[in-house]
Structure formats: structure tokens, C-alpha cells
């Protein structure tokens, strides 16, 4: 069993900075593919960075060359970095295996941008 505690958010003027977390505990981290996935209310949520076992990084065109997404498996912990914070990165943000796991996704962690 996985479980992924999501922490580092908050409130941050546009064009701000933030630094998300993700400490999984568990076996196998390492050998995962592993995301970051957000979601405003209403609507689905979306993976917006992922990372593989491998270190290979891929991001949505929303947040490419504005996000990365980093892991160190010796902590079990994975990171999203994001510079250059809009108005419309607010949401949710979560993070999972990639594909996902239903029974995996924890609380999230809130980002809010302000204009």
C-alpha cells in the first residue's frame, strides 16, 4: 500500500514562486512512473507534470518551461517547482503514479494565484 501526502502550497502573487512536495510511503516508489496532477472545481483533473522511473521529465503546454518536476528516490519524495505562477495555475494539486491508482491520491495541496 501507497500513501502520497501532498504539501507546499499556497497563496502567491502572480509571477510568484512555489515549491510542492510529495512523500510516498511504501515499496516500489522508485520504480514508478510518478505525476502531478491539478484540479479547479468543476472540472477534471489534469496531469501537468510526470516523471519516470527513469528521470525522464514530460509536461503539459500550460506549464512547459515554467514548471519541473524533479524525485529523489532516496526520500521517496517527488517535487514540482514552479516559477512564473498565473492566475490560472490555481487549483488543487496532487500527486500520483502515472497512470493513476483510484485508491492512491491523497488530500492535495490548494495553490492560489493572485492577479
Known amino acids: 500500500q501507497v500513501q502520497l501526502v501532498e504539501s507546499g502550497g499556497g497563496l502567491v502573487q502572480a509571477g510568484g514562486s512555489l515549491r510542492l512536495s510529495c512523500a510516498a510511503s511504501?515499496?516500489?516508489?522508485?520504480?514508478?512512473?510518478m505525476g502531478w496532477y491539478r484540479q479547479v472545481p468543476g472540472k477534471q483533473r489534469d496531469l501537468v507534470a510526470l516523471i519516470t522511473s527513469a528521470g525522464n521529465t514530460h509536461y503539459a503546454d500550460s506549464v512547459k518551461g515554467r514548471f519541473t518536476i524533479s524525485r529523489d528516490n532516496a526520500k521517496n519524495t517527488v517535487y514540482l517547482q514552479m516559477n512564473s505562477l498565473k492566475p490560472e495555475d490555481t487549483a488543487v494539486y496532487y500527486c500520483n503514479t502515472v497512470p493513476f491508482r483510484n485508491h492512491y491520491w491523497g488530500q492535495g495541496t490548494p495553490v492560489t494565484v493572485s492577479s
Open positions: 511504501g515499496s516500489s516508489f522508485s520504480s514508478n512512473a
